[in-house]
T-cell receptor, first 113, second 116 residues
Framework: QKEVEQNSGPLSVPEGAIASLNCTYS??????FFWYRQYSGKSPELIMS????GDKEDGRFTAQLNKASQYVSLLIRDSQPSDSATYLC?????????????FGTGTRLTIIP | NAGVMQNPRHLVRRRGQEARLRCSPM?????VYWYRQLPEEGLKFMVY????????ESGMPKERFSAEFPKEGPSILRIQQVVRGDSAAYFC??????????????FGEGSRLTVL
């Protein structure tokens, strides 16, 4: 089982709709979760972090965390063409006392005008 | 520009040559991370360094790869005797000491290595 799993997509969403991106993780002890956005050929950029169960909203973005289900998601409301990118879920995984930020393979999102 | 600086942005090497990738962290950041990204794959952790110390190198291949972060100057990821499978984008990230292990990393633009 991969430590952080995402559907690779591509996920196509009409402009103005809600894009829903999902991620599951294997380490039940993980406490810190992140979403990064990566445009093609560019570097990853942190867009959301979440540490507690429930929802966290920031503008058009909402991160949702359910530790019991080991599930974290990202909702993008009122999707814009500029949201087209690969979204990377990242989780801090502890191995042998070392904490490292572990990424999923990413979900490619395309917003259709 | 106070961002994470990586160079070269693009590097072409023939099999058997050496590749050196450099990374200068953001001002005030003393923690450096190297990740490798293969096409259609996620970012894979390679190594975490502080000044003059390797903290976690569990993601580094056992042979040909090494990393350092000297007291002065940039962090360097060195790949000896490159093979075609080393072709990838290598990203450096840095974090502030107070944000150690929070996952809030600032990434450079990456160095894209092509091995012929």
């Amino acid at each position: 089982q991969k430590e952080v799993e995402q559907n690779s997509g591509p996920l196509s969403v009409p402009e103005g709709a809600i894009a829903s991106l999902n991620c599951t993780y294997s380490d039940r002890g993980s406490q810190s979760f992140f979403w990064y956005r990566q445009y093609s050929g560019k570097s990853p950029e942190l867009i959301m972090s979440i540490y507690s169960n429930g929802d966290k909203e920031d503008g058009r973005f909402t991160a949702q965390l359910n530790k019991a289900s080991q599930y974290v998601s990202l909702l993008i409301r009122d999707s814009q063409p500029s949201d087209s990118a690969t979204y990377l879920c990242a989780v801090i995984i502890v191995n042998f006392g070392n904490e490292k930020l572990t990424f999923g393979t990413g979900t490619r999102l395309t917003i259709i005008p | 520009n106070a961002g994470v600086m990586q160079n070269p942005r693009h590097l072409v090497r023939r099999r058997g040559q050496e590749a050196r990738l450099r990374c200068s962290p953001m001002k005030g950041h003393s923690h450096v991370y190297w990740y490798r990204q293969l096409p259609e794959e996620g970012l894979k952790f390679m190594v975490y360094l502080q000044k003059e110390n390797i903290i976690d190198e569990s993601g580094m291949p056992k042979e040909r790869f090494s990393a350092e972060f000297p007291k002065e100057g940039p962090s360097i990821l060195r790949i000896q005797q490159v093979v075609r499978g080393d072709s990838a984008a290598y990203f450096c990230a840095s974090s502030h000491p107070r944000q150690r292990n929070t996952g809030e990393l600032f990434f450079g633009e990456g160095s894209r290595l092509t091995v012929l």
